[in-house]
């Protein structure tokens, strides 16, 4: 071991693989991120009767998370890029367990909507942080597998969170006690990411020379065939490429089916389909654990395509163009079956291909290059996020005024169909000359 510059690094000839033990930590974060977020919807049958919110009221409320959090994508992206993604996800982690733990002080619904706000403002830099930590830490031919280990954490967290969160409210007694447990849970999580997580791969003391060089080694290729310059660029550059736009219309589509299905889908299959508590958590679990399995077989199968020297074009557009056709024609069928089983059955088909749609946290290092992989990140991230603000509030207004929970998974359609127009247009080959 030797120690040059403050910086310790490991020597040997055999590289080591503290870059997926980077992801398998980001992995944690990102499903306790997606538990704390998602802990309100699985709650909300007990927070609905406690404040007789109506359901137009109850969109509201579950939109407020995404106004904040989409309003801090940007700075968060410009953070990121300027202080390093370490700081912002370990002080991100700490500031929004103690706002889910303050939740539970909410005396009503005015109360309640502030702590979701501040929910979505401190849990705003941590997907941008991890695409750009997949940007540093990942070569170019394992990029693909990290973006989705990231992601990952997504379903994971939302089906896990309906069963830990329904727990720990049977458990504790209700559903305050129970948001206490998470946040503290989430405080320590926090802590570990800002003793573990490095900014480059030479500033980790597990790093050796070996696997140092072999990341440093793919990124230079990666450069020059990328034919442009490095630097940082500020994001208005970006703003008269196509496939800047694509990528955001990519993820507003995804992200239009999956909060919304991650917002109102414990509540439809309580009132659509006569779940009790208990049994959504366990329904919940099984429809975004399927998303948490087809999203790593969508990053296997994208890196083990790639390495057989397939165009990136080729592997994404066919990959992500199969994933769009069949949750378009999940939603569809949950719209045709009566049956409770049938409907959880399908919508498990939906998340397992949506989720393959996480391979996207790889374009913004594609078009801008690990120096604005921040700011791409938190733009994407922005878009994805105006969906958050609407499609809460939509089905809500959709779901008041029909009576029924038709028109809202139509929503979905519409949205499966954006997202999948998307991807089939991007350019994932070209590094935008900004």
């Not at 706000?117 to 401190?122: D, H, K, N, V, W």
């Not at 954490?153 to 209700?174: D, E, R, V």
């Not at 366990?282 to 975004?288: A, C, E, G, M, N």
Request: charge should be positive; glycine fraction near 14%; include cysteine.
């Amino acid at each position: 071991m030797t120690q040059t510059s403050g910086t310790i690094t490991n020597t040997g000839t055999r590289p080591t693989r503290v870059r997926w033990k980077i992801f398998l930590l980001l992995l944690a974060i990102v499903t306790i991120n997606y538990v704390d977020r998602g802990s309100i919807s699985v709650a909300l049958p007990l927070i609905k009767k406690e404040f007789g919110l109506s359901d137009e009221l109850t969109g509201i409320l579950l939109a407020a998370f995404f106004w904040t959090y989409a309003l801090m994508q940007l700075p968060s992206g410009w953070l990121i890029d300027r202080f390093g993604p370490r700081r912002m996800v370990g002080s991100s982690c700490i500031a929004w367990g103690a706002a889910t733990a303050l939740t539970a002080t909410a005396p009503g619904p005015g109360a309640l909507l502030g702590m979701r706000a501040l929910l979505g403002a401190t849990e705003a830099p941590v997907m941008p942080a991890g695409g750009k930590l997949n940007a540093i830490w990942m070569p170019l031919r394992e990029r693909g597998r990290g973006a989705v280990i990231l992601d990952a954490g997504a379903p994971l967290g939302a089906g896990l969170g309906g069963i830990a969160i329904s727990w720990l409210i049977a458990t504790t007694g209700g559903w305050r006690p129970a948001f206490i447990v998470a946040g503290a849970v989430t405080v320590l999580m926090g802590v570990w990411a800002w003793w573990y997580l490095r900014d480059t791969p030479r500033s980790h003391p597990r790093v050796n020379d070996a696997e140092a060089t072999d990341i440093e080694t793919s990124h230079a290729a990666e450069d020059r065939a990328a034919g442009t310059t490095s630097g940082r660029r500020p994001l208005r550059r970006y703003l008269k490429f196509r496939s800047f736009w694509a990528m955001c219309a990519a993820w507003l589509g995804f992200n239009g089916v999956f909060y919304g299905l991650l917002t109102w889908g414990p509540l439809y299959l309580s009132e659509a389909k006569g779940f009790d508590i208990k049994t959504i958590g366990w329904s919940t679990f099984v429809i975004f654990g399927a998303g948490f399995v087809g999203e790593l077989i969508g990053g296997w199968l994208a890196d083990a395509w790639r390495a057989r020297g397939r165009d990136g074009n080729v592997v994404m557009r066919t990959l992500l163009g199969i994933a769009g056709v069949a949750v378009v024609l999940g939603l569809l069928g949950v719209t045709l079956v009566p049956g409770p089983i049938a409907a959880v059955t399908l919508l498990s088909a939906v998340l397992f291909f949506l989720r393959w749609v996480g391979l996207m946290w790889s374009v913004p290092s594609l078009l801008g290059g690990r120096e604005n992989a921040g700011a791409l990140g938190g733009a994407m991230n922005l878009s994805g996020n105006i969906a958050g603000i609407l499609t809460p509030m939509l089905v809500g207004f959709i779901v008041g005024a029909t009576g029924s929970y038709t028109w809202a998974l139509l929503y979905f359609v519409g949205a499966g169909l954006i997202m999948t127009a998307a991807v089939l247009t991007l350019d994932y080959t070209k590094r935008l000359p900004a």
